[in-house]
């Protein structure tokens, strides 16, 4: 089943969410909660999850201008996802391949090599960039 982009379905998300350049802290806190919120839904469709890339995209932005140190890493932001979608371990090990890799991953004991980092892209809707340093 191959899903067709509906460019009027992303032209109301637009509407309706107004993605702009975030210019303060409190526009900023505004997009997280709605990035947090179209990250907790179980199935995203394909204007959904380009209306998550542009905001994901505006918040680093942001983020990378307003906060001179980044702390973000691959690793704490798998954490992150997994705490937003309420996720354990178990549930990665399908994604990554095994137990031993997950706990690896989860212990920020190895990086994500290319083929992690975009299963781990696609499980989350994000961009792989967010899992590669």
């Known amino acids: 089943m191959t899903l067709t982009f509906d460019s009027k379905v992303y032209s109301q998300l637009l509407s309706e969410y107004q993605p702009r350049i975030i210019k303060t802290e409190a526009e900023n806190e505004h997009f997280l909660a709605i990035v947090e919120e179209l990250l907790s839904r179980s199935h995203l469709t394909p204007e959904e999850n380009t209306l998550l890339e542009l905001l994901v995209r505006l918040i680093e932005d942001f983020e990378d201008q ?13 954490l992150h996802l997994m705490e937003a979608r309420d996720l354990t371990a178990a549930n990665l090990v399908e994604i990554l391949g095994s137990e031993e890799i997950v ?28 899992f590669l340093d």
């Open 103 to 130: 706990n690896q991953v989860i212990n920020d004991q190895t990086r994500f090599t290319q083929q992690q980092a975009e299963a781990l892209g696609k499980f989350f809707h994000v961009n792989v960039k967010l």
């Open 66 to 78: 307003h906060y001179q140190i980044n702390l973000s890493t691959p690793h704490s932001r798998l």
